[in-house]
């Protein structure tokens, strides 16, 4: 990590900014963005380090994208590794659902990742560097009152398999991330069917891994340079499940979703 230049999206909260904090303690550059400028501010306060460089983005937009894969290049004159972090989720069920808050998660998680891939790509290239997407569990089992965080994730999944494919001989590292319940702000922020933030968690976040601890776990598995990253035992379980046994796992998921509370599974 030492001088490498590592772009985070989503860099203001949980995964993302324990992701920014521990490149920096392993001393990366570090360039990280988010829509809020209040939130990139109170980070460069907390983290107070030379090496921190902080971007007003929103990666749902093309142009914002570029416009900050740019500036970084520009700035620190190239990129090492590039994680797609930025991500929303999403609680409702589809037959109630406003489509809209679909094309939110789609345009978010999926595009988003697209969009800074592609205009990071050239230097990553150039610098034989890596491109990680922080993906979920739901990436690889759809998960009930999810459909639009699932299908997002999908598709970040299928876009990274298939990059990772034709990159297999340049000497860039892909890498996909799937982070078990982890203890952060998502579930605050997930949109309800009518597109506004649910405002509360269903979980106990004390309870979840920590955000520093997949930051770690994220840190190693780039420098092994690893295809994939599956985290917390119920995570890996779900995944082995999802193959071995997917009509069993129906059940147990639509059974464990029910049981949170709020959740609109009857
Ligand atoms: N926490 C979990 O249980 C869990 C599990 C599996 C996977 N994940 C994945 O981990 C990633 C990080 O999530 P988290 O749990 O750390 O959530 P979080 O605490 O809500 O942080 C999300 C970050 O993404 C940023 N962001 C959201 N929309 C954005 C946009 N359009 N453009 C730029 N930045 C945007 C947010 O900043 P602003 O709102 O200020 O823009 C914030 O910095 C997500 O991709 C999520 O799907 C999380």
Redesign the pocket.
Known sequence: MQDKVVVI??????????LAIASLHAGAKVA?????SE??QALEKEVASDNLYTYT?????ED?CKYFIEQVISRLGKIDILI??????MRALFRDVDLSVLRQLM???FW?TVYCTKYALPSILANKGTVVG?????GYRGLPARTG?SSS?FAMQGFLESLRTENLHTGINVMWV????????????ALNEEGRSQSETPLDEGK??S?EA?ADAVLKAINKRKRTLVLTGQGKLTVLLSKLFPGLLDGIVYNHFKKEPGSPLK
């Open positions: 999206t989503g860099g203001t909260s949980g995964i993302g900014k324990a990280v963005c988010g829509r809020k939130t990139l983005a929103d990666v749902s937009k914002d797609n972090n930025a991500g929303i989720s345009d978010i998680n988003g922080v993906s979920s569990i739901a965080y994730k799937c982070p078990g319940f982890t203890s952060s702000n998502i579930r605050n922020t979840l891994m955000a997949v």
